[in-house]
């Protein structure tokens, strides 16, 4: 049974959450914001990549081969180095795995790694957005290289045009957020992604968000699911 109190997830168990949803709905920010409510790690695929090649793993080291060579990373290397990080001491109680499992494969090798301990994952929280507004959201989007805050031209622009609020540095435009890219990525979404849905609904833990609603409403639609 789970329930929630002053902030905290108190449970008899340790509650794995999968974030699902095109890119740009929105996914990263719940999952930032549930990780902090409920005290359970966020964990992101990119993070887990930069930490393991900084700190020089094997696993790092052969994920940051491929990537030199413009590959992709196989999946065991992926899926090697997210089992290594959900066995540390911080995902005891449970954890929020942002940006993967990214396919069916990804999918069916996560719930086997988790069968094989007795465990699996609880809830997968997709988050509706129509891509016709993903396309306006990524293409207002923009990043300081610096220190890494987000900000939106129109939903959440920086005090000054451009510029940081929290460094001073300049902001850009991500390549993958120009139009032509956001096409291509919902493409991909479409193809290999989104079967995750149908996947999740399959295994009864699928909860579905209408991600179209101002973040703070997303976020406790969110918190009611759960």
């Not at 393991?52 to 999946?75: F, H, Q, S």
Request: charged share 30%; with cysteine; aromatic share 6%.
């Amino acid at each position: 049974m789970l329930y929630i109190a002053m902030g905290t997830l108190a449970k008899e168990k340790a509650v794995k959450i999968v974030m699902l949803g095109a890119p740009g709905a929105g996914k990263g920010t719940q999952a930032k914001r549930i990780a902090d409510y409920y005290r359970i790690p966020h964990i992101s695929t990119g993070d887990i990549f930069r930490a393991n090649i900084k700190a020089g793993t094997p696993l790092g080291l052969e994920a940051k081969r491929y990537m030199d060579a413009g590959g992709l990373v196989p999946d065991e290397v992926t899926i090697g180095m997210l089992k290594d990080r959900i066995h540390e001491a911080d995902c005891g109680e449970g954890y929020v795995l942002d940006g993967f499992p990214r396919t069916i494969p990804q999918a069916e090798a996560l719930t086997e790694a988790l069968a094989a301990e007795g465990t699996k994952i609880d809830e997968a929280v997709d988050i509706e957005v129509p891509d016709e507004a993903i396309i306006d959201r990524m293409e207002g989007r923009r990043s300081c290289p610096n220190c890494g805050e987000s900000y939106h031209v129109r939903y959440r622009a920086p005090k000054t045009e451009n510029i940081c609020d929290v460094c001073g540095h300049a902001l850009v435009q991500r390549a993958d957020d120009k139009p032509e890219t956001v096409a291509a990525r919902l493409r991909v979404y479409h193809e290999q992604t989104k079967p995750l849905i149908d996947y999740y609904r399959g295994q009864g833990v699928l909860r579905e968000v209408d991600g179209t609603q101002e973040m703070g409403e997303v976020f406790e639609a969110i918190k009611a699911l759960l």
